[in-house]
């Protein structure tokens, strides 16, 4: 916010465009899911969003609010996709599953954000940022996800 020189009320309009965006990518991910595939849109979802969160930091304003456009809808995209993608690999265990993915997902966004506020105060919020913006490229994980058929042919089982 300094460093762009905004209020806390401008801010807040940000972190509306990510996450209005993102709840778009919700409800497109599952049919962009159905004809791409499962495996593919979560792979999408992680890598595409790793150059958008690398330049963010470095954007103006206004391009910082199209990238959060662009990024919160490629990024959420996969938030459905990736339950039922579980609840797949797990078919006896469906509510236990949904439960641990969508827990594990908010309890990490929890520690997650203790931790790099704890780093922002350390080291300075502009290189937590930079920092935080590579995190994205651990999606490359993704690669070692089971094919959709795969999947399909365990739960067959």
């Known amino acids: 916010m300094d460093a762009y020189k905004i209020s806390i ?4 309009i940000y972190i509306f465009l990510f996450l209005a965006s993102g709840a778009l ?5 599952g049919p962009l899911a159905d004809r791409f595939g499962r495996r593919n849109m979560i792979m999408l979802s992680m890598i595409g969003t790793a150059p958008i969160a690398i330049v963010l930091p470095f954007a103006t304003p206004f391009w910082a609010a199209v990238l959060l456009l662009i ?30 993915i969508t ?3 908010f309890g990490m966004g929890g520690v997650g954000s203790l931790a790099l506020g704890n780093f922002g105060d350390a080291w300075g919020i502009g290189n ?3 920092a935080a913006s590579f995190l994205p490229l651990l999606g490359l994980l ?13 739960s067959k089982e």
């Open 71 to 100: 990024g919160g809808f490629i990024l959420l995209s996969s938030f459905s996709v990736t339950v039922v993608y579980a609840q797949m690999l797990h078919p006896g265990n469906i509510g236990t599953v949904s439960g641990l």
């Open 9 to 12: 009320d401008d801010a807040q």
């Open 103 to 105: 827990g594990f997902a």
């Open 25 to 29: 990518g919700t409800f497109f991910g």
């Open 128 to 130: 937590v940022m930079i």
């Open 142 to 154: 993704a690669f070692l996800l089971p094919s959709d058929a795969k999947i399909e042919q365990w």
